[in-house]
T-cell receptor, first 111, second 109 residues
Framework: QQPVQSPQAVILREGEDAVINCSSSKALYSVHWYRQKHGEAPVFLMILLKGGEQKGHEKISASFNEKKQQSSLYLTASQLSYSGTYFCGTGANFGNEKLTFGTGTRLTIIP | DVKVTQSSRYLVKRTGEKVFLECVQDMDHENMFWYRQDPGLGLRLIYFSYDVKMKEKGDIPEGYSVSREKKERFSLILESASTNQTSMYLC????????FGSGTRLTVV
């Protein structure tokens, strides 16, 4: 079963913050986050492993609550280049990295 | 720079044809994957492979098969293409996070 992402779409002005949530009905070992720009392949942002780790990448960070089987992606002081569709991918097992992806959150940043 | 290369960017095939989609990676990764991407449905896993000659079904394997004869190459085969297989197909390899190919947009007419 696919993880549920929320919101499905969001429009922000440059400089505003955004939070994208990913929730699974299954126990998770890992959560991945990817960004896909229109007409391009998804690009890896970060991976969070079981242990509740919070990771950062430029002004983009994420958290993983394994008890709630949820992850959140935080985009701070958003830039135009952050526009795109964000996908979470959840993994249930160590090692094989087989992921189940959510349906995506479309983020639009306007000047 | 690491790469996953898919042989065709756009492909148009007729119903009933056998279709081969090729994917090659240069990162010496064990894990390789085939997903299809459709609007509103996200990415859905078709097949994956942990090693040469090993394959496992994903969530939507019906109508597809795969081949992995060499570590760097993972092929997706549509045995008899149908219109409901019109989609964007993405190949990926991974060790720590996926690297995706640029995708093949397949249209079956």
């Amino acid at each position: 079963q696919q993880p549920v992402q929320s919101p499905q779409a969001v429009i922000l002005r440059e400089g505003e913050d955004a939070v994208i949530n990913c929730s699974s009905s299954k126990a998770l070992y890992s959560v991945h986050w990817y960004r896909q720009k229109h007409g391009e392949a998804p690009v890896f942002l970060m991976i969070l492993l079981k242990g509740g780790e919070q990771k950062g990448h430029e002004k983009i960070s994420a958290s993983f609550n394994e008890k709630k089987q949820q992850s959140s992606l935080y985009l701070t002081a958003s830039q135009l280049s952050y526009s795109g569709t964000y996908f979470c991918g959840t993994g249930a097992n160590f090692g094989n990295e087989k992921l189940t992806f959510g349906t995506g959150t479309r983020l639009t940043i306007i000047p | 720079d690491v790469k996953v290369t898919q042989s065709s960017r756009y492909l148009v095939k007729r119903t009933g044809e056998k279709v081969f989609l090729e994917c090659v990676q240069d990162m010496d990764h064990e894990n390789m994957f085939w997903y299809r991407q459709d609007p509103g449905l996200g990415l859905r896993l078709i097949y994956f492979s942990y090693d040469v000659k090993m394959k496992e079904k994903g969530d939507i394997p019906e109508g597809y098969s795969v081949s992995r004869e060499k570590k760097e190459r993972f092929s997706l085969i549509l045995e008899s293409a149908s219109t409901n297989q019109t989609s964007m197909y993405l190949c990926a390899s991974s060790r720590y996070g996926y690297t995706f190919g640029s995708g093949t947009r397949l249209t079956v007419v």
